[in-house]
């Protein structure tokens, strides 16, 4: 049996010494940001008041990751470019756990926020809810639509797009450009968002060619590489010649179907540069738009708990929610006044997208002919079924 | 054509080709692992390794096209990968050698820091695609594309192949191979041969940890080839599970990377030939299959047949 001194091989000396200089480090390092802070708000003595009004972003992944994080970040940016006196702090790869009250917290007491956008669909509950009734000051954005009047804390707005309109579009396209009449569809999970694209983007291919067939493949959650590339190429040697997704990052799709010589169709942001060659168009958040006038309203001191900000925030492609990514080479003429033609039709209102008569995949009758659903319709968003021609099921 | 539709015969072919394709990273983490644990270390953080591999892999090999032309980078990439997986099992070899250290412990350690650098020095290399490394197209004779798709094997697969019969030799037929049984078996005899437990240890850790690096370079730089936070969805720690399931024999750990690679190919396969309900249960094939695993060969009242004798011991 060693002595006691043997398993602990540092003396009460050594220990102070190394708890000393720890937090000698430590104050040092506190002191210096403590210090280099004031500065930009220092210089920056524009409008407001001498001090920056500064508004934080959170994301769920990383800043550039041709998906729906990067859609947001170049949102933000564009923000901070056209609102004079707007600063911008930002942090990515936050979890959708505490990790993310944390940050939020961190923002408004730390750096100063006065308006958050926390980005990611699982930051709103219980997350975002908690830090709006702790600091009622504060205003809260959130994208995807869950404010209940009533039931969430008054400083909360939440905004979402009709981006089903563009993959509409962009359904036209692939119906104009698909051989063999198969589309594919590599979907993360059944959820109502998920499953207006994957029935838009049909009904824009039927439109074009009523026999064209959507298969739709789940993989189970919103980031699995290895999962994305098996669906992308099963689906390949399927026969689908067309191929889009709705999942966080749509690079592994791009990439894996312009590998196997086959088209696709983008989704979230840009993605033309990974697949020269077979890039169609795609759906694209355009949040640009949204957030600098967004920015412009709180810089003017408008704010939702008054009521100046809607706590509902909603568009299509007619509002710059949405945006089509430009034609790739391999689209033909005709496509392109197809596409042209239903954009103009959906920016004006005259093309409804869901219109009867339709029905479920499973033969169930959704709407009889002569009735529609607009796209604003609340009915919409509890969408639990596939379309007539799509092939797959949500259970 | 390439609109031909396959049908069902999708489904085995989906399989065979997701087993070539998605084996490899399993292929080279378990042998590496295999390598650690019959020296008497588990290193539990071959997890993070994989992700720091993949990025160094993809990172190089973007950076060294320009000057080294697009067939020899990622072939630098692979190296680097290696090389970024022996620098974890140098720290993770001394740290869990200290007194009083769990090698589980530091283990979990490792999956964070590993990932945690990867991703922060991963961070320029999201967007831009790197030079993958060239495949193998056995199957050019095929009329058929699908079947030319499915046997573009990569020369990695071949390299851990390749390398189950020499690590098995290894074990049974060398000095050196002996000295790592040795070890891992009974150290206090090992020590009375004169060998030294720690030397062996890091040794065999550190290339442990630099197979499951080269393992790594295959998830970034061969399929699916490219670089995400999340690349390796916790394919590392499975085959660290799937080491059990090999009893730490080499050749088992081949098998079983094929098991494992193939059964993530099988939800997406189903549904692609219209089997859509069930989705969840077939693409959690692979953990399920972990799992069962961990039951039929765990029990706290027996020690395995063949497992190295002072794995999970204190010393």
Redesign the interface.
């Given at each position: 049996m060693p002595d006691r001194n043997m398993?602990f091989?540092l003396s009460r000396r050594q220990v102070v010494r190394g708890l000393l200089a720890t937090s000698a480090f430590g104050l040092t390092a506190k002191f210096g940001t403590g210090c280099s802070q004031p500065t930009p708000t220092g210089t920056g003595d524009n409008k407001a008041g001498g001090k920056d009004y500064v508004v934080g972003f959170i994301y769920v992944?990383?800043k550039?990751?041709?998906g729906y994080n990067q859609a947001h970040a170049e949102g933000a940016a564009a923000m901070a470019k056209n609102v004079p006196g707007l600063k911008l702090v930002e942090e990515a790869?936050v979890p959708e756990t505490t990790a993310v009250a944390e940050t939020m917290r961190n923002m408004i007491q730390q750096d100063g926020a006065k308006a958050l956008f926390p980005t990611s669909f699982g930051y709103f509950d219980p997350y975002i809810l908690e830090m709006a009734k702790e600091f009622p000051d504060v205003q809260f954005f959130h994208a995807g639509g869950l404010y209940q009047d009533g039931v969430h804390p008054k400083n909360i707005s939440s905004y979402f797009g009709y981006i089903d309109e563009a993959q509409y579009v962009a359904g036209v396209v692939a119906g104009h450009t698909s051989?063999?009449g198969?589309l594919g569809f590599v979907a993360a999970k059944p959820i109502p968002q998920l499953l207006r694209n994957v029935n838009s983007f049909t009904l824009g291919a039927r439109s074009v060619n009523p026999k064209i067939t959507t298969?739709?493949?789940?993989?189970?959650d919103w980031?699995?590489?290895?999962?994305?590339?098996?669906?992308t190429?099963?689906?390949?040697?399927?026969?689908v010649?067309v191929i889009t997704c709705h999942v966080d990052?749509p690079?592994?799709v791009m990439?894996?179907a312009e590998k196997?010589?086959?088209f696709c169709s983008g989704y979230h942001a840009n993605q033309s540069s990974?697949a020269p060659k077979g890039y169609l168009t795609g759906a694209e958040w355009d949040w640009s738009s949204i957030y600098t006038s967004l920015g412009k309203q709180l810089i003017a001191g408008k704010s939702i708990a008054k009521g100046d900000i809607p706590h509902i925030l909603r568009g299509g492609l007619a509002d710059n929610f949405c945006k089509l990514s430009p034609f790739g080479p391999a689209v033909s003429a005709a496509a392109k006044a197809d596409a042209e033609k239903a954009l103009a039709g959906i920016k004006s209102g005259q093309l409804t997208i869901y219109k009867g008569p339709l029905k479920t995949n499973t033969g169930k009758l959704i709407l009889p002919a002569g009735k529609d659903l607009k796209i604003t319709d609340i009915e919409l968003e509890k969408m639990d079924y596939l379309i007539e021609g799509v092939?797959?099921?949500v259970? | 054509m390439?609109?031909?539709?396959?049908?069902w015969w999708?489904v085995p072919?989906?399989i065979i080709?997701?087993t070539l394709?998605?084996s490899v990273p399993f292929l080279f983490v378990s042998l590496g692992e295999c390598l650690t644990e019959k020296s008497g270390k588990i290193n539990l953080g071959l997890e993070g390794t994989l992700r720091l591999g993949a990025m160094s892999a993809y990172g190089v090999s973007y950076l060294c096209a320009q000057v080294l032309g697009v067939g020899l980078a990622p072939w630098l990439g692979v190296l680097m990968a290696g090389i970024a997986g022996m620098g974890l099992g140098l720290i993770h070899g001394w740290l869990s050698q200290q007194?009083?250290v769990n090698d589980v412990a530091v283990g979990i350690a490792m999956i964070i820091f590993g990932s945690g650098i990867a991703?922060f020095l991963g961070?320029p290399f999201?967007?831009p695609?790197a030079p993958q490394l060239a495949t193998l197209d056995v199957a050019n004779w095929s009329s058929l594309?699908?079947v030319q798709?499915?046997f573009k094997i990569s020369p990695l697969f071949l390299l851990g192949v390749a390398l189950v019969p020499v690590l098995d030799w290894f074990f049974k037929s060398t000095r050196w191979g002996l000295y790592v049984r040795a070890v891992g078996d009974s150290p206090q005899a090992a020590k009375a041969m004169g060998i030294s437990i720690v030397k062996v240890r890091l040794a065999s850790i550190v290339m442990g940890s630099f197979l499951a690096g080269l393992g790594g370079a295959a998830l970034s730089l061969y399929?699916?080839?490219?670089w995400?936070?999340?690349?390796s969805?916790g394919?590392g720690l499975m085959a660290v599970a799937l080491v059990i399931f090999a009893r730490w024999q080499p050749w088992q750990c081949l098998w079983a990377s094929l098991l494992f690679g193939g059964a993530?190919?099988l939800?997406?396969?189903f549904?692609?030939?219209?089997i859509?309900?069930y989705?969840?249960l077939f693409?959690?094939t692979p953990y399920i299959l972990t799992l069962v695993i961990m039951i039929f060969t765990c029990s706290p009242q027996r020690t395995l047949a063949g497992a190295p004798g002072a794995l999970g011991k204190e010393d």
């Open positions: 398993s091989p992944g990383p550039d990751d041709f790869s051989k063999s198969k298969q739709v493949i789940f993989t189970g980031s699995v590489p290895v999962k994305e590339a098996e669906a190429n099963s689906m390949v040697d399927q026969g010649d990052s690079k592994v990439e894996t196997r010589g086959i990974l092939k797959g099921s259970k | 390439a609109t031909e539709a396959l049908g999708g072919l989906a080709a997701g394709r998605g007194r009083r991703n961070k999201i967007q695609q594309p699908q798709a499915a399929y699916p080839g490219l995400t936070e999340r690349i969805s394919q993530q190919a939800g997406p396969a549904q692609s030939v219209g859509d309900s989705y969840y693409n959690a």
